[in-house]
């Protein structure tokens, strides 16, 4: 009871240094009266509820949110594969480690440009998205199969267990941690750096085109409204596959 | 009769000597028992004959191929409940209604099996290890100190599970106890200091 009493008094206190934050932001915007350096929230909040009604706002959403979780979910799967083939063979994983070092390291804005020499715009956040996932995923798994205990692996040794089973009962505990962590980082940066992308090579129908056109008309209000949708679908999207993923672990683990 | 054949080991770790020179011969398909104090070199030697490690100098031959084992740690799969994790080590060496069946005649049932075995008492952790390794298709049975945190009467109970099941495998228990050393019948190998084979009792 005093728990959930505590908790309540948590969301309490957040709720309400949301509403502080709102009316600092409101006072500002009034007090500056400057519609284009800064809008208040509630011009915000009317703009984003115009946005909901225009039919091609939710093709926009879609085509962005498809492109960039595309790419998340490869960069996802190929860092894991990856790192996974790396901790069994050592060779392969200093053959890979120039490759995801130089990824890591590359400023991201030097890959949007070379994206859209290659595979031009419409390809541009899936590319970016996986770019950024890749080596965050790939470096974290690494690291936990590398952590799993010794111990273990001697008696999986002895008992001559076969990769399959090892990687369930043996790998798949240990790397979790890492393995959620990681998604936790990438499923952020995958938004940011697939957004930015957008903006600089401008899909046609991409949420970084309307961030673009924002820009060109100085439109403070559309800047807002937008980067609210793109905070939103980022933590909503975080939640659910974070959500999903401990619940396929859970089922792994009881059965 | 077909021998596992020790010949003049020797291991050190760091220069400190653990095995020197031990030699011995041990049937296959009996019990033989390496008892001795703590430091003597008897974990050594069953990770030597394991393969686990490498000796120095000296060589081992005619170890059955499929082993399995009791180690000193339990080394469980812990996010796991028994059975998962007697079937993610055996595979289809056993199906769940034996694993069921060899847990309970370790009085494991109801609860305890529900539970991930991170959350088992010591007593009961031991006891998933032991079965896991009975249960595994293997031609010898290595177990070191396999009784350990069991109380007198689980104790009893384990051996003769162990006896029971034995099925003419290899068994090479290793204790520092003269009455763990008896349980499971068999020769008793004496170690001293570095592994000195110091006789043999039938």
């Known amino acids: 009871m005093k728990r959930e009493n505590q908790k309540r008094d948590e969301y309490l206190k957040r709720a309400a240094a949301i509403a502080f934050a709102l009316m600092l932001w409101q006072a500002a915007a009034m007090a500056l009266s400057q519609r284009l350096l800064l809008v208040s929230p509630i011009q915000v909040a009317v703009r984003l509820g115009s946005l909901l009604l225009e039919g091609s706002f939710w093709r926009t959403v879609l085509y962005s949110f498809l492109r960039i979780e595309a790419g998340f979910l490869l960069g996802l799967f190929a860092g894991a594969v990856l790192a996974a083939a790396a901790a069994r063979f050592s060779l392969l994983e200093i053959l890979i480690w120039p490759f995801m070092t130089a990824v890591k390291s590359v400023p991201v804005a030097s890959f949007i440009i070379l994206s859209l020499i290659w595979l031009g715009a419409s390809g541009l956040s899936v590319f970016i998205s996986f770019l950024m996932v890749l080596p965050i995923v790939y470096f974290n798994v690494l690291e936990g199969m590398k952590s799993t205990d010794r111990k273990l692996l001697e008696m999986a040794e002895v008992f001559a267990i076969p990769w399959g089973r090892r990687m369930r009962y043996l790998y798949l505990p240990q790397v979790k941690p890492f393995l959620l962590s990681a998604c936790r980082t990438a499923l952020g940066i995958s938004w940011k750096a697939g957004i930015a992308a957008e903006v600089i090579g401008i899909p046609d129908g991409s949420i970084g085109e309307r961030l673009y056109e924002a820009k060109i008309y100085l439109d403070t209000a559309d800047l807002f409204a937008w980067t609210l949708v793109i905070v939103l679908l980022s933590a909503l999207f975080e939640k659910l596959f974070l959500w999903g993923m401990k619940k396929g672990f859970a089922r792994l683990e009881s059965a | ?186 020769t008793i190998i004496f170690m001293d200091k570095e592994g000195e084979n110091h006789g043999r009792e039938n």
């Open chain 2, 1 to 186: 009769m077909k021998q596992i054949i020790i010949s003049h080991l020797c291991k050190s770790y760091g220069g400190e000597p653990v095995l020197s020179d031990f030699s011995a011969e041990l049937p296959v398909g009996e019990v033989t028992v390496f008892m001795g104090r703590s430091g003597c070199g008897k974990t050594t030697l069953l990770r030597l004959l394991m393969g686990l490690e490498k000796p120095d100098s000296g060589t081992v031959s005619g170890v059955p191929k499929a082993m399995s084992a009791v180690f000193q740690e339990d080394r469980l799969f812990e996010a796991f409940h028994a059975v998962a994790n007697l079937k993610g080590a055996l595979g289809k060496d056993a199906d769940e209604q034996a694993i069921r069946e060899h847990l309970s005649q370790l009085e494991l049932t109801g609860e305890a099996l529900k539970k991930p075995v991170l959350e088992l008492s010591g007593g009961m952790r031991r006891r998933v290890a032991l079965a896991r390794a009975v249960l595994a298709e293997s031609g010898i049975l290595f177990l070191d100190e396999p009784f350990d945190g069991l109380d007198g009467v689980t104790k009893k109970k384990a051996a003769e599970y162990v006896k029971r099941h034995r099925e003419g495998r290899t068994v090479l228990l290793v204790t520092h106890d003269r009455a763990e050393a008896e349980s499971l019948g068999g």
